[in-house]
Structure formats: C-alpha cells, structure tokens
C-alpha cells in the first residue's frame, strides 16, 4: 500500500482526536476516539482506525500527547538520583523560600524534593560563574560518584553542577562514567543551560524521572511503526520533533498537545487577521480534562521560560499556556454552600455520567446535558450515547443541598466554570501588558464552543471565531507542524561593558548547532531554514527579563533603546540604569507545511429544537442547525445551538454569527452593561 497520508494525532486525558490529509491535501478526514491511558500505542491504532487508515498508508504521523504532564502532576516517576556540587545538594529543599498556598497554613509550605535525601551524591569540583575551574573533577572521583549511585539502585541519575552553562566540562566527564552503571542519564548543561539554580536542577532532575517512560513508549511505537511511515511528536515549544531528541529531552513533550492547539491558533488568527482587524487573540482550548489559554501576538504563538508543572518550577522555553483544571469532564461538588468546579476529574474512564460507564459525580458535561447545550439521546461519533436521566441523578443531590432546581444547580456550574476561565485569562494578557477586550477569542476543543461566548461576556471579548474542524484542533496543529529546534543559553553580557563580536558569536553558535540538528533530522535544506532569536534583558540588580524579539546584538545604543521602550510600555516607566543581556533565545525551524483546509460536503438544512437555559433569558426554546449545512453568508442572529459530530457551538440570545470563506464560525458577543469596561 502507497503511504500518502500525512496524520495528526492528539490524545487527551480524555479523547485522542485525529485529523488526516493526503498529499493533495484537498482529502480531509476527522474522528475522535476516547482515550486508551494504560496503552496509547493501541491508541493510536485506533484513531487511525476511525478515519479508515492503517499505519502502512501513512507517510507521516504527528503525535501530540500529555503523558509527560500527566506523569508530573501524578508523581509517576522512576527511582532517580541527583547529583551536584559538594555542598548544594539541598538545593532542591530550600527552592525559593515562597509558599504555594500563603494563606493555607494546614498545607505544606511547598511539594516534596524530587529527589530524597539517599539518593542525593555531592561531587568534589567547583566552577567558578565565568566559567573558570576553582576545583578541578578528577577521574578518581568521578568513578567513585558512579560507583555510588549504581549501588543506589537509581534507574536514572541527573547531574547538576554549578555554573555548568558556562563550563560544562565536569559534567560531561560525570556523564561518561555514569553511562556505565545507570541507564538513563540527564545533564543539566543540556537539558536547562541557564542561570538559575533551583529552576536548572528541577528540570535536569524531571528529565531523568520521567525519561524511562518516554523511552519505553518510544520504543513501543518503534514495534509497531511501519518502515516507510516516519514518525515525529509535536513539543511544547511549538513544532515538531524527532524521536531522537524527544528521547533525551522529554520534557520537550510537556504540554505537547495544547501546544497544538495553540500553533494551530496561530496560523488560523494570521489567515484572517483583515477580517479581525488585530494580529491579536487569545486562544480558549477546553477538553475533557482541562481548559487551556494562550495569547497569540504578532501572529505567533507567546513562549516563556518560566514554568510550573505540577507543583514544581521548571525553565525552559514552552509555549506560554495557562492550564486549570475546568474541562468537561470537571467534577463538581458543594463545599461549605459553594459550588466548586475541579481540578479533579472524571477523565476518560469512567468519564461524566451522562456517558452512562459508570460516573457517579457531577461533571460540567452533565451540567450542559442539563441545560440543553448537548443534544439528550445524541450519540458522539460511534462511541458514546448521552444519558440525561444519569446527569440529573448527579447533579440532584447538589440541587437539594443548595435548595434550588436541578437546573438552577447546572446553571450554577457553568457559571463557576466561566469565572475560572475568565481569570485565566486575565493571567496571560494583563501580565503581559496586553488589554484582553481587543482580542479575538479563538474556540476550539471538544466543550470550547460550547462555553466561549460566556467566557467572552464576561470578560468583555467582542469576538468569538470557532475554527473548522474546532473538536480536533490540536490534532490539526499537528498534521500542519514543521519541524522545529529551540534553545535559550545564559549570556550575562552587561551593557557598560557590551562586546558585540560575543554576542554576535553566541547567537550563532546556537543558530549553527540547532539547523545541524534540524538538517539531521529532517534533511532540509539550509536554505530552507528560518531563524527566531530573542533576547532577554534587565536592569542591573532584577531578577526577571524583557523579552526582545530580532534584537541588535552589533548595535547596543539600538538595542538598549528597544528595550527602555518595551519596559515603558508594560510597567509605564523606564530609566537610563545600566542593563544587561541575561539570555540569548533561538528557534530554528524547517519549511512551512501546506494548510490544510477540509472541504465540507453540505447536507440537508434540517433544523430541529430544543429547550436550553441560558445565564441571559433564562429558559427558552432554541433552533438547533448542523453545522455541516451552513453555507458562508449573512449574520444570523441567536439563539442556536450549531453541531457537529463532536462538538456543540452555543450562540446565546443576543448574539449574531456567521461563516466565513474558510469555515469558521464567528460570533459577535453581545455586551452587559458594566461588563468588561475600563
């Protein structure tokens, strides 16, 4: 069989989507399977099943997946050791002296080390922060660090020395003994090269947890991947990967499939960036599990440094994506007379009890049953029927406690779920400088277009748009991926004293080091690589970065006045103190892929109704529009419901949309009074 399918495929906590193109890319197909978590190899196998594939068709599958973020969150990790400087093995301990709760005096103060105390090693040697060696490493005491943690039983080791980015000699000679008696070995100079103790030894040491697991999934999908059909993960910094690299920096896969999602934004929000009249928006990707946001400025996708996953700070470059824990299969409960949504939920297995497998709480998706916002009786795909009977037996106990209607309970769901959202938001726009009113706010996701508008009210968005093919979006993401390498190093250049050869020279090295690794990987053509660099820089004496996109690296005046003008405009002020480069960011990426543009075949405008519950207009009864059957045209006013086969668009009362050229639903949000104003 010819291989000419090029395949996306996201697996979710609770759905894995799939979207497939051939080479034309005029076919397009799209399905969505419920999750496999105890073997996502068979997952993959099956989503590919659903859109009537096998592996042997496919030229080139795209994975995205939240294995690794999941395994963090749920502390799934292997035995590993940790070895560092002599005398900063409690550097994991002390963290940054901050409380993640400040006001929960029951909770502790901050998650447990990673790594316990047995299975921390101090090493003898000492770099100096230029990267001058104060205590050399000798062989004798590298082979007695080695011996140490093989008689540990450690199944991986990270190394973290101090000032390893400036001078990473001593831990690649650890790395050369270690390989001998551990199997699995992280080093910091590779895995974080930056400043930043804690945050550089969190990272390396979460590398080497969770590497078994990526490695061993890795070599399943190598069992079962045909010879002809290759094989790429989409990673968090926004593009694809080789499974060489995922396998020695696997928290490349953290937040591997939102990440889709928001790349997938990008492109979409710089396609009709006339229409939209701003190359701003905000991205609002709400699954089964969990509701993720990104800002998209300039037309790309933001990334950040400065990360948590779980309880625990990591620094590498990621897409900058606020993640809660409000999805549809959320579960929600009454605490002290209030409602509370999330973080727990009921995942894939059994999921909400409107899927009838077994769910005995709460959920949003029951909630939205309720409510008229999912059809009662609906079958989704080939999988599930959607049982109203089950989610008012759930949501009934919560009703009786609060003393209102079952409906009156749902309704108080959503709204909880809206307000978490809505702070969400505000994290990444305000934080950023940016005024979230004048963004677009694109829906995607199995639940997104369902809850968007209301999230837009109340955040006081005028525009949401809910992309073709929205319920797969992150597995779109992934079948539009190019390939993709980043790195962010530690310069620590001041401006007094700037030496623009050394800065010059290291961004080139990187720029030279990641398109060796692309060309590798993919074969492309130097010619046909694009470069992004970004530099970070502070005041004198601060402990967080600007970031400047193409900086003038030959040019300090240039580059200084850039940067007094980036700092004015996001704290209101700037000054004439000396600053300094703190860290040099590049991407090296391959060719662009073609856009993939499903063709809708239209069907019969059939309409039905239904009665839904509306925060505005309370109960009323509701045209109900396949979204297959909607030609581009005219603004229609609301309410409606429009559906696919996967996912639900809710248009309240007030608001009007349309289709466009490409498919995309666009709702204009009707504003409250006092709503999102100034």
């Given at each position: 069989?010819?291989?000419?399918?090029?395949?996306?495929?996201?697996?979710?906590?609770?759905?894995?989507?799939?979207?497939?193109?051939?080479?034309?890319?005029?076919?397009?197909?799209?399905?969505?399977?419920?999750?496999?978590?105890?073997?996502?190899?068979?997952?993959?196998?099956?989503?590919?099943?659903?859109?009537?594939?096998?592996?042997?068709?496919?030229?080139?599958?795209?994975?995205?997946?939240?294995?690794?973020?999941n395994d963090i969150v749920e502390s799934r990790f292997s035995k590993t050791a940790l070895v560092a400087t002599e005398g900063f093995t409690d550097t994991l301990d002390i963290g940054r002296m901050s409380r993640?709760?400040?006001?929960?005096?029951?909770?502790?103060?901050?998650?447990?080390?990673?790594?316990?105390?047995?299975?921390?090693?101090?090493?003898?040697?000492?770099?100096?922060?230029?990267?001058?060696?104060?205590?050399?490493?000798?062989?004798?005491?590298?082979?007695?660090?080695?011996?140490?943690?093989?008689?540990?039983?450690a199944e991986a080791v990270a190394v973290c020395l101090l000032h390893a980015y400036r001078n990473p000699a001593h831990e690649i000679l650890l790395g050369e003994r270690l390989r001998r008696v551990v199997p699995?070995?992280?080093?910091?100079?590779?895995?974080?090269?930056?400043?930043?103790?804690?945050?550089?030894?969190?990272?390396?040491?979460?590398?080497?947890?969770?590497?078994?697991?990526?490695?061993?999934?890795?070599?399943?999908?190598?069992?079962?991947?045909?010879?002809?059909?290759?094989?790429?993960?989409?990673?968090?910094?926004?593009?694809?990967?080789?499974?060489?690299?995922?396998?020695?920096?696997?928290?490349?896969?953290?937040?591997?499939?939102?990440?889709?999602?928001?790349?997938?934004?990008?492109?979409?929000?710089?396609?009709?960036?006339?229409?939209?009249?701003?190359?701003?928006?905000?991205?609002?990707?709400?699954?089964?599990?969990?509701?993720?946001?990104?800002?998209?400025?300039?037309?790309?996708?933001?990334?950040?440094?400065?990360?948590?996953?779980?309880?625990?700070?990591?620094?590498?470059?990621?897409?900058?994506?606020?993640?809660?824990?409000?999805?549809?299969?959320?579960?929600?409960?009454?605490?002290?007379?209030?409602?509370?949504?999330?973080?727990?939920?009921?995942?894939?297995?059994?999921?909400?009890?409107?899927?009838?497998?077994?769910?005995?709480?709460?959920?949003?998706?029951?909630?939205?049953?309720?409510?008229?916002?999912?059809?009662?009786?609906?079958?989704?795909?080939?999988?599930?029927?959607?049982?109203?009977?089950?989610?008012?037996?759930?949501?009934?106990?919560?009703?009786?406690?609060?003393?209102?209607?079952?409906?009156?309970?749902?309704?108080?769901?959503?709204?909880?779920?809206?307000?978490?959202?809505?702070?969400?938001?505000?994290?990444?726009?305000?934080?950023?400088?940016?005024?979230?009113?004048?963004?677009?706010?694109?829906?995607?996701?199995?639940?997104?277009?369902m809850h968007a508008v209301e999230v837009a009210r109340a955040y006081g968005i005028r525009r949401v748009v809910v992309p073709a093919l929205s319920s797969g979006f992150s597995a779109l993401g992934c079948v539009?991926?190019?390939?993709?390498?980043?790195?962010?190093?530690?310069?620590?250049?001041?401006?007094?004293?700037?030496?623009?050869?050394?800065?010059?020279?290291?961004?080139?090295?990187?720029?030279?080091?990641?398109?060796?690794?692309?060309?590798?990987?993919?074969?492309?053509?130097?010619?046909?690589?694009?470069?992004?660099?970004?530099?970070?820089?502070?005041?004198?004496?601060?402990?967080?970065?600007?970031?400047?996109?193409?900086?003038?690296?030959?040019?300090?005046?240039?580059?200084?006045?850039?940067?007094?003008?980036?700092?004015?405009?996001?704290?209101?002020?700037?000054?004439?103190?000396?600053?300094?480069?703190?860290?040099?960011?590049?991407?090296?990426?391959?060719?662009?892929?073609?856009?993939?543009?499903?063709?809708?075949?239209?069907?019969?405008?059939?309409?039905?109704?239904?009665?839904?519950?509306?925060?505005?207009?309370?109960?009323?009864?509701?045209?109900?529009?396949?979204?297959?059957?909607?030609?581009?045209?005219?603004?229609?006013?609301?309410?409606?419901?429009?559906?696919?086969?996967?996912?639900?668009?809710?248009?309240?009362?007030?608001?009007?949309?349309?289709?466009?050229?490409?498919?995309?639903?666009?709702?204009?949000?009707?504003?409250?009074?006092?709503?999102?104003?100034?």
């Open positions: 069989m010819d291989a000419v399918w090029r395949v996306g495929i996201d697996i979710g906590g609770t759905f894995t989507d799939v979207v497939a193109t051939d080479r034309s890319g005029g076919n397009v197909r799209s399905a969505k399977v419920p999750s496999v978590p105890g073997d996502p190899v068979s997952g993959l196998i099956s989503a590919l099943a659903a859109v009537d594939l096998t592996w042997d068709a496919v030229a080139e599958l795209v994975h995205g997946t939240t294995m690794v973020t993640d709760n400040l006001y929960r005096l029951d909770l502790l103060p901050k998650a447990p080390a990673l790594v316990p105390d047995g299975l921390r090693f101090s090493v003898a040697e000492r770099m100096l922060h230029d990267g001058s060696v104060d205590l050399a490493l000798t062989e004798t005491e590298a082979d007695r660090v080695a011996e140490a943690v093989a008689a540990s039983g699995r070995v992280a080093l910091s100079h590779r895995i974080s090269p930056e400043q930043r103790e804690y945050e550089r030894m969190n990272t390396t040491v979460l590398s080497a947890a969770v590497m078994r697991r990526v490695q061993d999934y890795l070599g399943r999908i190598g069992e079962r991947r045909p010879a002809g059909s290759r094989f790429h993960f989409f990673h968090s910094a926004g593009g694809m990967a080789a499974i060489d690299a995922v396998a020695d920096h696997p928290l490349m896969l953290a937040m591997s499939g939102p990440a889709a999602g928001v790349a997938a934004s990008a492109r979409i929000a710089a396609e009709i960036r006339d229409e939209l009249g701003t190359d701003q928006a905000l991205t609002f990707d709400m699954g089964g599990t969990t509701t993720d946001v990104c800002l998209v400025a300039d037309g790309a996708a933001q990334v950040r440094s400065d990360h948590r996953l779980g309880r625990y700070r990591i620094r590498l470059p990621i897409l900058a994506v606020e993640s809660i824990g409000a999805g549809g299969g959320s579960i929600a409960r009454l605490d002290s007379g209030a409602v509370l949504v999330g973080p727990q939920s009921a995942g894939a297995d059994p999921g909400p009890a409107c899927y009838g497998r077994g769910g005995t709480q709460a959920t949003v998706s029951d909630a939205d049953l309720i409510l008229g916002y999912l059809e009662p009786g609906r079958r989704l795909g080939n999988a599930l029927t959607l049982d109203l009977a089950k989610a008012e037996a759930v949501v009934r106990p919560i009703a009786e406690s609060a003393g209102v209607s079952v409906e009156e309970a749902a309704l108080g769901i959503a709204r909880v779920t809206h307000a978490n959202m809505v702070r969400a938001l505000r994290r990444i726009t305000v934080e950023r400088g940016v005024d979230g009113r004048t963004c677009p706010l694109i829906a995607f996701g199995g639940a997104g277009p539009a991926a190019r390939m993709r390498y980043g790195r962010q190093q530690t310069v620590g250049m001041a401006s007094e004293i700037w030496d623009a050869a050394a800065a010059c020279a290291a961004r080139d090295a990187l720029i030279d080091e990641l398109s060796a690794d692309l060309r590798s990987a993919e074969g492309a053509e130097a010619t046909a690589l694009s470069v992004e660099v970004i530099a970070s820089l502070r005041y004198r004496g601060q402990s967080d970065s600007l970031e400047i996109a193409d900086p003038t690296l030959d040019d300090v005046e240039a580059l200084g006045a850039a940067f007094r003008a980036r700092h004015d405009a996001l704290y209101g002020f700037s000054t004439d103190e000396p600053w300094e480069l703190a860290a040099l960011r590049v991407a090296v990426s391959g060719p662009e892929q073609p856009s993939v543009t499903p063709t809708v075949e239209r069907r019969a405008a059939a309409e039905g109704r239904r009665r839904c519950v509306f925060e505005e207009g309370g109960a009323m009864d509701v045209v109900c529009l396949n979204r297959d059957a909607l030609a581009p045209g005219d603004w229609r006013q609301g309410p409606a419901i429009v559906e696919d086969d996967w996912s639900t668009i809710v248009v309240p009362p007030r608001e009007r949309y349309r289709v466009d050229g490409y498919g995309h639903i666009h709702i204009e949000v009707a504003q409250v009074e006092g709503v999102g104003e100034a």
